[in-house]
Every structure is written in C-alpha cells, then in structure tokens.
C-alpha cells in the first residue's frame, strides 16, 4: 500500500512557472515507477510525464516535451513536476500515480496507487 499526496498546484500566469510534488508514503517507493497525468473539466485523464524507479529513464507527453521535467528524490519518498512556460491549455487538475516495477508506465491503467490530485489554473 503506497498513499501518494500532491501539492504545488495554484493560479500563474501565462509563460509562468510551477512545481508539483507528490510525496509518497511507505519503503517500497524507491521500487515504483511514478507518472504524473492530468485532468481538465469535460475531458478524459491524459498521460503528462513519467520516471521509473531509479530515476534515470523519463518520457514525457508531446504536449508538454520541453517544458516540464519530472524527477524524484527517493530518499524523500518525492517526485517533481518542474512546469514551465504554462499556457491556458495546461490547466487542470494533476495527479500523481505510482506502481511497482522497474519501468515507466504511460497508460492510466498501469498504475495502481493514485493521489488526491491538486489544481492548477493559467490565466492568460
């Protein structure tokens, strides 16, 4: 049983900048792969960036390629979305996922453990 929690999320505007953290409980973190996905109202959950379990191999959605970075910090049990350059477009509710393996993961399905999710809102 792993409880993921998120925070970070807020109002920026256009071309701004936030960070995500998701915070993880429990030893078996540093063996999950962990992937950040977002959910904007009246559309469907969508893949954002995924880490595996030692952090060395990312893959991130077209979408956002270039602009945010996911990292973890094991020892801390928590992983980061560096979100920079924000458009409209961006706004959503994040949430943070994590399931055991070695690999990173894209598909919602993958992941069994889910956070709370956190609100983040780009004005332009």
């Known amino acids: 049983q792993v409880q993921l929690v998120e925070s970070g999320g807020g109002l920026v505007q256009a071309g701004g900048s936030l960070r995500l953290s998701c915070a993880a409980s429990?030893?078996?973190?540093?063996?999950?792969?962990v992937g950040w996905f977002r959910q904007a109202p009246g559309k469907e959950r969508r893949f954002v960036a995924a880490?595996?379990?030692?952090?060395?191999?990312?893959y991130y959605a077209d979408s956002v390629k270039g602009r945010f970075t996911i990292s973890r910090v094991n020892a801390k049990n928590t992983v980061y979305l560096q979100m920079n350059s924000l458009a409209p477009e961006d706004s959503a509710v994040y949430y943070c996922?994590?399931?055991?393996?070695?690999?990173?993961?894209?598909?919602?399905?993958?992941?069994?453990?889910w956070g709370q999710g956190t609100q983040v809102t780009v004005s332009s």
């Open positions: 996922a994590a399931r055991t393996g070695y690999n990173y993961y894209i598909r919602s399905d993958e992941y069994d453990y």
């Open positions: 880490i595996n379990w030692s952090g060395t191999s990312t």
């Open positions: 429990g030893r078996t973190f540093t063996r999950h792969g």
